[in-house]
């Protein structure tokens, strides 16, 4: 079990962060592509069954006043964003096959403020 809590409200939602609570895009891609669709379609209709709950939740801060326990709710809500396509979409797999190979990416750091 990691270190890092939900708030409490969301505490449902735990038993994903250590897999899904991922900081960057470059790990959220490489989830995508590491899971099978019946394992990301669990995380998928979790998430969605509280979406509507944790976004007004997380737009009463900027990026930079997140508190701790709302940053891994953050980014356990930025890996639902980056990997709910193969869901949405109705892909009978998680690659699409035409679908650049995930070591093909470049991925570059932003820094946001404010």
């Not at 959220?28 to 995380?43: A, D, G, M």
């Not at 007004?56 to 990026?63: F, R």
């Amino acid at each position: 079990m990691s270190n890092q809590n939900l708030p409490s409200q969301f505490w449902d939602l735990q038993k994903f962060v250590d897999e899904w609570a991922l900081d960057n895009e470059a790990a959220r891609y490489q989830k995508l592509h590491s899971v099978t669709l019946p394992q990301l379609k669990v995380f998928y209709e979790a998430m969605l069954s509280r979406i509507e709950i944790i976004l007004p939740y997380l737009d009463q801060y900027t990026i930079s006043s997140l508190p701790s326990d709302a940053k891994v709710l953050y980014n356990l809500t930025m890996t639902f964003a980056e990997t709910a396509h193969p869901v949405d979409l109705n892909w009978t797999d998680v690659d699409f096959p035409d679908a650049y190979a995930w070591d093909q990416f470049e991925f570059r750091t932003v820094s946001v403020t404010g």
